[in-house]
């Protein structure tokens, strides 16, 4: 993901935080598992938001 820390431990040294993007699972599966979660909330608000509008001209 173009993160040079291998942990979110890394991320945070005796001075405080490391300035830098957040951490979001560099080098695993959580960046793919937090689009899939996020491509599912969009369809399903999609979907609601769809048969509302249609249940308001019936």
Same mark, same amino acid.
């Given at each position: 993901?173009?993160?040079?820390?291998?942990?979110?431990?890394? =991320?945070?040294?005796?001075?405080?935080?490391?300035?830098?993007?957040?951490?979001?699972?560099?080098?695993?599966?959580?960046?793919?598992?937090?689009?899939?979660?996020?491509?599912?909330? =969009?369809?399903?608000? =999609?979907?609601?938001?769809?048969?509302?509008?249609?249940?308001?001209?019936?």
């Amino acid at each position: 993901m173009g993160y040079f820390a291998e942990s979110f431990a890394e =991320l945070y040294n005796a001075d405080g935080w490391i300035d830098m993007g957040m951490y979001i699972g560099a080098g695993s599966s959580m960046p793919g598992w937090y689009t899939v979660i996020a491509s599912v909330m =969009l369809v399903a608000i =999609l979907v609601k938001g769809n048969n509302d509008e249609q249940d308001h001209y019936k």
